[in-house]
């Protein structure tokens, strides 16, 4: 691959993973401990994430387990979960913080495929400004001591990249569609 097209590859696959990341975070009716990656909680004065204070695991395939290495974790692990936007009172046993996820209603699951579809869109918006910022960046060229096919056939190089990470995109966002809405 070209060198000067390599930058862009990089930043299309940076968005990629992105979504990818978001994409984890959304439930699908199944307990996911990705639901967790931003909840933060206060660690002797530092926000840290429940997965470094904690072992979380899925016992059960709509329950997360949450049990701290140290017991005076509990209780702020606790106010983290309801204080973010998960939408689940977390039960705490004295041990282990666990979290039972409810089965999605048909309204709900819809409204997560409106949510996956709009990160995807966002995700394609980011893809083609990049494609814009590379097709610019080679129109600078000109005059330069790159010869104008050179600069053509960057810029068809650029687009057939975008048009494959759109493809992953749309196959992405379909694949997440797909598992929210099975029961």
Same mark, same amino acid.
């Given at each position: 691959?070209?060198?000067?097209l ?7 696959q940076?968005?990629?993973d992105?979504?990818?990341?978001e ?5 699908a009716?199944r ?6 990656n931003r ?8 926000p840290?994430p429940?997965q470094?204070v904690?072992n979380?695991?899925?016992p059960?395939?709509?329950m997360?387990?949450i049990?701290p290495?140290?017991?005076s ?7 983290a979960i309801?204080?973010?936007?998960l939408g689940?009172n977390?039960?705490n046993?004295?041990?282990a ?6 089965? %999605?209603?048909? @309204?709900?699951?819809k409204?997560?495929v409106?949510?996956v $579809?709009k990160?995807?869109e *966002?995700?394609k #918006?980011a893809?083609r400004?990049?494609r814009?910022?590379g097709n610019d960046a080679?129109k600078k060229?000109?005059g ?6 050179e600069?053509?056939? %960057?810029e068809? @190089?650029l687009?057939?990249m975008t048009d494959k990470?759109? $493809?992953?995109i749309?196959? *992405?966002?379909? #694949?997440?569609?797909?598992e929210?809405?099975?029961?």
């Amino acid at each position: 691959m070209n060198e000067k097209l390599k930058v862009y590859d990089t930043k299309m696959q940076k968005t990629m993973d992105s979504l990818d990341g978001e994409m984890g975070t959304i439930r699908a009716g199944r307990a996911n401990p990705n639901v967790l990656n931003r909840i933060m909680v206060d660690y002797y004065g530092t926000p840290t994430p429940i997965q470094q204070v904690a072992n979380v695991s899925v016992p059960e395939p709509r329950m997360i387990q949450i049990q701290p290495w140290e017991k005076s974790m509990l209780k702020v692990i606790e106010k983290a979960i309801m204080v973010s936007d998960l939408g689940i009172n977390p039960t705490n046993d004295g041990t282990a913080v666990r979290l039972i996820f409810p089965e %999605l209603t048909e @309204e709900r699951r819809k409204e997560l495929v409106k949510d996956v $579809k709009k990160k995807g869109e *966002a995700a394609k #918006v980011a893809i083609r400004n990049i494609r814009r910022d590379g097709n610019d960046a080679f129109k600078k060229l000109k005059g330069s001591d790159v010869s104008e096919d050179e600069i053509k056939n %960057l810029e068809d @190089e650029l687009q057939k990249m975008t048009d494959k990470y759109v $493809k992953e995109i749309d196959s *992405a966002v379909e #694949v997440k569609s797909k598992e929210v809405m099975t029961v």
